[in-house]
């Protein structure tokens, strides 16, 4: 007996694959030849289409209307399927064609007498196997040659397969053959050839599947954030295997304080589904979120007959986040490195000379020079100066201890200097040269005359290690001091050796005086950056004192040729 079965297993897929080979064959030689007048029936209640003859329509949608004696204008388009109707029994013609078409519509009963067995009108194909599709009534007809139709070509041109009795036999099923078949038999009738055309629904289904449902979404327990008096919708998506006879069941529940025991079913959406499995969307609104909502855990349960899945959500508020708060510091952030970068190319000119007047100019104090100082000054009226010696010789003594200690660092505190009256431009190169040792540059002493102004200018300042420049509206007004100014500017900017220091004398300042003839750009900037000392006249005793003791710091790092400032103090004691 287990040797039978062997046998049959082996030989059916032999005999199958004969079938369907041997059929290709007589399929080419089975299609009906074209007539003028072709008649066709049809039974009431099934699906019907118009046949559509390639050899005369050249386009799918030719449309046949019905013609003659109770022309209703009825029409249907060839090959689109319609519920065939009593009413459209009549004599069509078919739009591109000479062709008229017969449609007799008979009733179910009539072509049910004498016939035992029953007609199968809609079938089941299970996917990706070999099946069967009947034709109905045929086995209460004596001819069984029969041309099987999907849409409105015939099976034989789409697809391997093969009859038997009439009986279609696909060789493999697709989910592509969910459709409706034709099947066309002929049968004569007063000398009359009818093609009686039969529908069977084919509908193709998975093989049957013992699996539990698979949650798709939530997967596991995941959170969700939502936004406190804001509706909220919970979405839960799963997978079921098909089953023929299937059981499924998706719901919602409200778990709350994480009791198992104590929940509330919430309301559903309908499912859908698919070839392979039912894909079931379940919903559950939530129409306004509140405070109590986040401490509840809200579970999804999907079961069939094989067994349960679930998965949680549960739900975090939302925070938040103000956009202009979100947008703006990255736009604050461009904004700031944008305006330094304007800045930075602004005042690019001033940055540097700040860094190298205030930064380098220490670094090359062994620099080999002719000069120490190079002074620029011009000559002012007598009045405009004095009065900032004469205050500091007044017959009063210190009023303190510090003021006497001040005064005997001021090189003028001298008999000499409380009983003469002279500018700062002459006080200063002694000071500089007789009493601290430096070597001091005058264009009118030290340069020979005769040559060219400025070269003499440029040439004097890279031979000193120093500028000083005593500035005042005179001397703003002076084209030549200007131009000796304009030039250290620029050798500080080619060369930071050089150290450029302004003295503002009777109280002038940038802002405040008014040339002539308005100073270069470089000029006026950088008499806003420079480093400048304040000689002003009427200063009390620690005024002037701070201004020696300023100016001596600024100087550069050199060995004085005579005394000492305490050798000083002890001379003017013993005078």
């Known amino acids: 007996m287990q040797t039978g079965y062997i046998l049959f297993f082996c030989i059916f897929p032999i005999f199958s694959e004969g079938c369907c080979g041997r059929q290709r064959q007589l399929k080419r030689t089975g299609r009906q030849r074209d007539a003028t007048h072709q008649h066709y029936r049809a039974v009431e209640g099934e699906m019907f289409m118009m046949p559509c003859n390639k050899s005369a329509h050249r386009h799918m949608d030719a449309v046949c209307s019905r013609i003659g004696e109770g022309a209703d ?223 509840n855990r809200y579970t999804c349960i999907a079961s069939n007959i094989f067994g349960k899945s679930r998965g949680t959500i549960e739900l975090k508020e939302k925070i938040k986040v103000k956009w202009p708060l979100l947008v703006g510091y990255p736009v604050v952030s461009l904004l700031l490195v944008a305006g330094l970068g304007i800045v930075l190319h602004v005042k690019w000119l001033e940055i540097q000379l700040i860094y190298r007047s205030y930064f380098q100019h220490g670094k090359h104090d062994g620099d080999e020079k002719e000069f120490d100082v190079f002074l620029s000054y011009v000559w002012s009226p007598p009045s405009a100066e004095v009065e900032g010696v004469s205050t500091l010789s007044s017959q009063r003594g210190p009023d303190t201890d510090e003021e006497a200690c001040l005064s005997s660092i001021d090189p003028l505190n001298t008999e000499e200097g409380k009983s003469t009256q002279r500018p700062l431009a002459v006080v200063l190169p002694e000071v500089l040269e007789d009493r601290w040792g430096y070597r001091l540059c005058l264009l009118e002493r030290d340069v020979v005359p005769g040559g060219a102004y400025t070269n003499d200018v440029v040439l004097a300042i890279q031979r000193s290690r120093m500028l000083i420049c005593l500035l005042s509206a005179d001397y703003l007004s002076n084209s030549n001091a200007v131009f000796v100014l304009e030039s250290g500017v620029q050798a500080l900017l080619q060369n930071s050796t050089l150290k450029l220091l302004l003295v503002w004398t009777s109280g002038a300042s940038a802002s405040l005086i008014q040339p002539d003839s308005p100073l270069p750009t470089l000029v006026q900037r950088a008499l806003k950056v420079l480093p400048s000392l304040d000689w002003t006249s009427g200063k009390p005793t620690r005024a002037t004192s701070n201004f020696w003791r300023s100016l001596r710091m600024a100087m550069p790092d050199q060995k004085m040729k005579l005394v000492s400032l305490m050798q000083n103090q002890k001379h003017f004691i013993l005078t």
């Open 73 to 295: 204008g009825t029409s249907f388009v060839c090959g689109r399927g319609f519920p065939a109707e009593a009413k459209h029994s009549g004599k069509y013609a078919c739009s591109g064609s000479e062709l008229f078409f017969h449609l007799q519509v008979v009733e179910r009963s009539e072509i049910s007498l004498g016939c035992v067995q029953p007609e199968e009108n809609s079938i089941e194909l299970l996917v990706d196997v070999g099946g069967e599709v009947p034709c109905p009534g045929l086995s209460c007809s004596n001819n069984t040659h029969v041309i099987w139709y999907k849409g409105n070509k015939a099976v034989s041109e789409r697809r391997d397969s093969c009859q038997t009795g009439g009986r279609l036999h696909l060789c493999q099923v697709s989910e592509y053959d969910t459709a409706v078949f034709f099947c066309d038999r002929q049968i004569i009738e007063q000398g009359v050839i009818w093609t009686f055309r039969r529908a069977v629904n084919v509908t193709v289904i998975p093989a049957t599947s013992s699996d539990s449902p698979k949650i798709i979404y939530p997967a596991g327990n995941i959170t969700e954030k939502v936004e406190l008096g804001q509706p909220h919708t919970l979405m839960c998506k799963v997978h079921f295997p098909f089953v023929r006879e299937f059981s499924t069941e998706v719901r919602w529940y409200m778990n709350y304080g994480s009791n198992p025991e104590k929940m509330t079913l919430l309301p559903m959406e309908q499912r859908k589904m698919k070839l392979s499995e039912y894909e079931v969307k379940r919903k559950a609104i939530i129409e306004q979120v509140t405070p109590e909502h986040l401490n």
